[in-house]
């Protein structure tokens, strides 16, 4: 039977499999990826508050000189954010590391978890992300670093690692880097199933995420290609992971991780939400996202999300045409659009005539859009 994804009944109703980092227990299996540039505490709570069991924030700098930067406080800012808060840190040194480290939990982080497995050039330059895979034993002095430095706080905070199967196709060395970070106490791993060399090309591959589980008794959770509640299943089913951790495949779509949780959970198939029932809480997180941001910055970050959301309402809407045009032109050209518009004010009543264009299907709002908007002119 298909339900209609209305996530706080999911959040009462389903009988879930949780996953433990450390003391803290996780309400079940689905988490969602750590990105940078996107996954700040607006869209964290938005993924949250649509069924994600856990989210990590985004990378932050381990180099000190970075704190005071707007940009590292934006991410260092989990106000309202649900428990645990957790935090991924980059870097290269393990001394600096340590210090990032501390530095975080006092400011709340409750679970640290260090990035091995960003292939960006930024952070690969500096032999962090992924880089590390091919340096074990700098990886693992940066592990053990921050292990020390968290040891003796009066609230214990897990160390979690999140890396890639290896360097390149002839040397995946996860498995072994895997099981001697699990000796030196780190309480997750969480494996892309893609080497560095790799980058985002090709398809993730699950048996060497399969191996690191086998070996390893904490938990390991699968990473990478995951877009449906059925693909969920084969990973878990193939690796036998713990959990899932889902990126790409729910932007613009947060209900997914509730789609995926309810399946996993027995729950059954959810169906996606009404476009009605979008309204409020997508003009509620654009609101979010620009007090957090601020309007100079915030008009132009929220554009990504925009252009990854407008798809996603044109197909809920069910029509194949919205003001004579095709509906998936329509909806470039309303990004295109969304990308041209410069006060926040502006951008909040273009997305809400959007929502009435898309909704009043069956009663043309004549051109809503068409007298601001010179639609294929
Ligand atoms: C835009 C973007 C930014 C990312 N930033 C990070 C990051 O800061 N830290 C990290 O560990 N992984 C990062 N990743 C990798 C994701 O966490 C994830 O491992 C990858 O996207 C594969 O999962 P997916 O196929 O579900 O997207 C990033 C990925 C993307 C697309």
């Not at 840190?89 to 400011?107: H, I, K, Q, Y």
């Not at 895997?178 to 199933?193: F, N, P, R, Y």
């Not at 959810?270 to 941001?293: G, V, W």
């Not at 929220?302 to 045009?325: E, M, T, Y």
């Amino acid at each position: 039977m298909i339900k209609q994804c209305n996530t706080k009944a999911l959040q009462s109703t389903m009988t879930l499999n949780p996953l433990k980092i450390g003391p803290y227990k996780i309400d079940h299996q689905v988490l969602v990826a750590p990105m940078a540039g996107v996954t700040d505490r607006p869209y964290r709570q938005l993924c949250r508050a649509y069924g994600a069991a856990y989210a990590v924030s985004e990378m932050a700098a381990s180099n000190p000189a970075l704190w005071k930067s707007v940009k590292t406080s934006q991410r260092l800012n989990h106000k309202g954010e649900p428990a645990p808060i957790a935090v991924q840190l980059a870097g290269a040194n393990p001394a600096m590391m340590a210090e990032a480290a501390r530095f975080n939990a006092d400011r709340g982080a409750q679970i640290i978890d260090i990035n091995m497995g960003c292939p960006a050039k930024k952070v690969c330059a500096l032999a962090a992300g992924s880089a590390l895979m091919g340096q074990e034993s700098l990886a693992l002095s940066i592990v053990d670093a921050v292990l020390e430095a968290l040891a003796h706080r009066r609230e214990p905070v897990p160390v979690t690692v999140k890396m890639r199967t290896g360097l390149c196709t002839a040397n995946r060395n996860v498995r072994s880097l895997a099981l001697a970070m699990q000796s030196l106490g780190v309480s997750m791993i969480v494996v892309h199933g893609r080497t560095r060399e790799q980058g985002f090309a090709g398809e993730a591959e699950y048996e060497s995420i399969r191996q690191v589980k086998e070996a390893l008794s904490i938990p390991v959770v699968a990473n990478g290609d995951i877009d449906t509640p059925n693909k969920a299943r084969e990973v878990l089913a193939q690796t036998g992971c713990d959990a899932v951790m889902v990126g790409r495949a729910a932007l613009g779509k947060p209900w997914l991780f509730a789609q995926i949780a309810a399946d996993l959970n027995g729950q059954g198939q959810l169906a996606e939400p009404s476009l009605e029932s979008l309204r409020e809480p997508m003009k509620a997180h654009f609101e979010d996202h620009l007090s957090f941001y601020g309007e100079a910055s915030g008009l132009r970050s929220i554009r990504k999300h925009v252009a990854w959301f407008l798809p996603q309402w044109v197909r809920l809407s069910g029509l194949q045409q919205v003001n004579d045009l095709p509906a998936p032109i329509w909806a470039e050209d309303a990004v295109q659009h969304f990308y041209r518009i410069d006060s926040s004010a502006a951008q909040s009543d273009f997305l809400d005539r959007c929502f009435s264009q898309l909704i009043n299907q069956d009663k043309p709002l004549k051109p809503l859009l068409t007298q601001a908007w010179p639609i294929a002119a």
